[in-house]
């Protein structure tokens, strides 16, 4: 059974940074790319980051800057690491590879 497990949310203050984690298991991702994507109350989900296999990242220009997407495909993770938090940052995170979702962190950011 193939899952994506996201870890790391939490509640910061704005300007403080989190490191959110995307464990796969049940097969690897290692040829495929990986993404991020967040959902803010009341909004649709939106795309955050992706990286390709080869490492060829993509920022939605909302995050661009401050995020950083990077993958330990010896590990079978991918990361993001976001700095200088807002609270328009504040949404569940889900990571994503090929058809399969993650069931989501929450990030909290007050201001």
């Known amino acids: 059974q193939v899952q994506l497990v996201e870890s790391g949310g939490g509640l910061v203050q704005a300007g403080e940074s989190l490191r959110l984690s995307c464990a796969a298991s049940?097969?690897?991702?290692?040829?495929?790319?990986m993404q991020w994507f967040r959902r803010a109350p009341g909004k649709g989900r939106e795309f955050v980051a992706s990286?390709?296999?080869?490492?060829?990242?993509l920022y939605a220009d909302s995050v661009k800057g401050r995020f950083t997407v990077s993958r330990d495909d010896a590990k079978n993770t991918v990361s993001l690491q976001m700095n200088g938090l807002k609270p328009d940052d504040t949404a569940v995170y889900y990571c994503?590879?090929?058809?399969?979702w993650g069931q989501g962190t929450q990030v909290t950011v007050s201001s």
């Open positions: 049940g097969r690897t991702f290692s040829r495929s790319a």
């Open positions: 990286i390709t296999p080869s490492g060829y990242t």
């Open positions: 994503k590879a090929e058809t399969y």
